[in-house]
């Protein structure tokens, strides 16, 4: 597995839309910046969702404005829909992701659509920004397993992200979020979906709420995907509440590639410091257990 | 992978040796009852060392004599040389584990002997052992770094691992004691000792300091071996501390393996119930990411 991976860092926008603080914009843009630095190629900066649904990220046309962007770097932001993404063109957004779930009930619970619904949704956001030359990033969630209706059959998987691809998204990221997969299964959802989906067009999310993310992102490496989405200091959700779901932490998975030889062009000590940084701001323990313990294990 | 693992428990022994808080006997007794009743088949009880070493585990006769034996299930304490051996046999002991490490520098700070001195050590350990009966574990700790000496040389791990399982161990445990593995060094380092010493004489020990450890044990799985260290709740070692470096915590392990198909006879609701109710006694954050969240994904 000597090969090169893309690391989607998705703190800023998962990441933060799912902690209880709330971060001031300024910091907001200071973050993505020294995540930019690390030498990240790819930032999901923010969400255009309306800010009834997401007070979090209320702020995201001034932090997108914000951002000192660095060339090479993308940086995505979520939309749900057209007036989502008529505000983020506003402000010049290149990159917009869209998202729907795999499974029937957590879309009509989460959106109030079916599955099939919310694809339509999209349809004129992915027509418009095919004119536009924006890029789209299209998420399912659920893949291994929905906290209303349990099991997600694989087919489902399949379906939902060969529609989203067909649709002109140029990556499907699949979503664990629930954090129940294990590296079996993933590896096997993983294999349909490439079926039908080209490799390197899919991207795994895996949330580490039973503390599998890193064994199944292994797997899915093995299996042979190359774009990993992750956040630092494994922000989303607070660690301690039951059921906590954060995601898996890109400093973990950093360190983990860097033991692997696989290339991801990222600094782990910039990272670190930045996780650590960022947990302060938010007053809450390290979601990253290097960023815990530190990369190295020689004392002084 | 559809095979059966060997979970060898060392959260009374390796886990609570580590643990600020000094648990009181009865609850020790307690513990370790708990745990034969999930199905746990290998239960590391305690350790005689000398007090003075490890305050937290100066009732190890206490503990010992207090346990209700379960048939079928193996109680190996943990000796450091005769007199050890002497007062753990005087209560009755069937299986002894003695230790060292593959790092020379580890060892001289450790117990002040060279790696070939402490093997020296436990060889009438292990002679007396033989006319015994009694069943001897190694564990040969270090096996991915040093916080003294940083790299050690997989040929180190060999040479030791060879010599613990040529004077008569029955089963070699390689400790990734700082938790700085990675999953290509694990399967490496594995892969150079199996073929020394019989896969099916190997265990996994593997600290989640930087959270690598189920990526490293799946890895170790998909190389072959078969037994798995692991300690209920991820005791020993605080897990808030800089450098914490509790064991991996067999919840998650048998999460995982019950994905993965491969049987391992232990009840997880019961193994769960357990490290919540030690983490309360404890007081501290149960260590088990599953632990926290439950294994169910579905909500109410």
């Known amino acids: 597995m000597n090969d090169s991976v893309r690391i989607v860092e998705v703190g800023p926008r998962d990441g ?5 603080t709330i971060v001031p914009a300024a ?6 910046d020294r995540l930019s630095a690390t030498g990240l190629r790819s930032i999901e900066a923010t969400s255009f969702v309306s800010p009834r649904w997401v007070p979090q990220l209320a702020d995201a046309a001034e932090v997108y404005s914000g951002i000192a962007r660095r060339p090479g770097v993308r940086y995505p932001v979520l939309v749900p829909n057209e007036t989502g993404y008529d505000r983020a063109r506003a402000v010049g957004v290149e990159e917009v992701a869209v998202f729907t779930a795999a499974s029937e009930a957590f879309n009509q619970r989460n959106i109030n659509a079916s599955v099939d619904a919310s694809l339509e949704r999209f349809a004129p956001v992915l027509e418009r920004a095919r004119a536009d030359g924006v890029r789209v990033r299209g998420y399912v969630s659920t893949v ?13 998987v399949v379906r939902v992200a060969e529609r989203l691809h067909a649709m002109g998204c140029y990556e499907v990221s699949l979503g664990d979020t629930i954090g129940i997969g294990t590296p079996r299964r993933a590896r096997e959802m993983l294999r349909a979906v490439a079926a039908a989906v080209p490799m390197p067009a899919l991207a795994v ?3 580490d709420t039973r503390g599998q993310a890193l064994a199944n992102i292994l797997a899915c490496l093995e299996e042979g995907v190359r774009v990993v989405d992750a956040a630092v200091a494994g922000t989303g959700g607070c660690p301690y509440a039951t059921g906590a779901s954060g995601n898996v932490a890109t400093e973990d998975v950093v360190f983990m590639l860097d033991g692997l030889g696989m290339a991801t062009g990222v600094d782990l000590d910039g990272l670190i410091d930045t996780g650590r940084w960022l947990s302060a701001l938010l007053g809450r323990e390290n979601g990253s257990k290097v960023g815990r313990a530190g990369r190295s294990g020689t004392a002084g």
């Open 205 to 207: 999310h895996f949330h």
């Open 27 to 32: 910091d907001k843009i200071a973050l993505i």
């Open 16 to 20: 933060l839309q799912n902690e209880k």
């Open 144 to 156: 291994l397993g929905c906290p209303y209706q349990g099991e997600v059959p694989v087919a489902d």
